[in-house]
């Protein structure tokens, strides 16, 4: 793979993780509830009882949240690539729509297996994970498009 590509997409995935925190977050302090999902992360590495400080617990939560929407940019260029779907408007609310669905399943499964004991507003928590999702894939595809432009104009005027 093309270490150029691979820097677009830690890059993209960077900006577009760091909007949907953002919403969380402020979904979180406006609602005063517990939507922060690298703070729920690191809560569920008590649930597993692995022994490790909260200091790298609260940094592995941070770099799993990460890492998994590095994954998500990284299907979202599959799609892209493949000319599965186009770098649209429309396929960025398509995947927000499909990779919320695969976000709340997830935490559905990570709350059953650990038997999350934290109180949380479960439904609200999972309208918000919707939510983010959409503004995550808006992001990821404003970043990309923006890169992909970059790239063609680069390679144009420096070629």
């Known amino acids: 793979m093309d270490p150029y590509l691979i820097v677009q997409l830690i890059l993209i995935s960077i900006g577009a993780t760091s909007a949907m925190t953002w919403f969380s977050y402020f979904v979180s302090k406006k609602f005063q509830k517990l939507y922060k999902e690298p703070v729920l992360l690191c809560t ?49 609310l398509l995947l927000g729509i499909i990779s919320g669905g695969i976000g709340i399943i997830g935490w559905v499964f990570i709350f059953k297996i650990t038997r999350y004991q934290t109180p949380i507003d479960f439904k609200g928590y999972y309208i918000q994970l919707f939510f983010a999702h959409i503004i995550f894939a808006l992001v990821a595809t404003l970043l990309y498009f923006i890169t992909m432009l970059l790239v063609i104009v680069t390679k144009a005027y420096i070629t």
């Open 44 to 92: 569920l590495f008590g649930e597993f009882n692995i022994n490790l400080s909260v200091g790298l617990k609260r940094k592995l939560g941070w770099m799993l949240h990460f890492l998994i929407g590095f994954l998500f940019v990284v299907v979202y260029h599959v799609v892209w690539a493949k000319d599965i779907l186009s770098v649209s408007l429309l396929s960025a």
